[in-house]
């Protein structure tokens, strides 16, 4: 099993997790609301694990922009 952890707002992968046996606790979606769950993580058929996040280039331009929190997608 693989999580692999993507950015939501520019698509870059920004890493990825290779371990047999991780729990919820470990990777701090027990923080999340069952909402942010389903927004923000996704199985597929084969195990593994998707979640979505923001990369350091988004972060930082959100921090310089906070406009464009209002777009879906960006690219950069």
């Known amino acids: ?4 952890y993507h950015c939501r707002h ?6 990825t997790i290779e371990q047999d046996q991780v ?4 990777l701090g979606f ?12 996704q199985y597929s058929e084969s195990g593994d694990i998707h979640v979505k996040c923001i990369c350091d280039d988004c972060h930082e331009a ?3 922009n906070p406009l464009n929190y209002e777009n879906d ?4």
């Open 10 to 15: 520019c698509g870059t992968t920004v890493g």
């Open 30 to 41: 027990h923080k999340l609301t069952n909402e942010e769950r389903e927004e923000l993580i």
């Open 73 to 76: 997608y960006i690219i950069h």
């Open 62 to 64: 959100f921090s310089r």
């Open 23 to 26: 729990n919820a606790e470990q």
């Open 1 to 4: 099993m693989s999580i692999h």
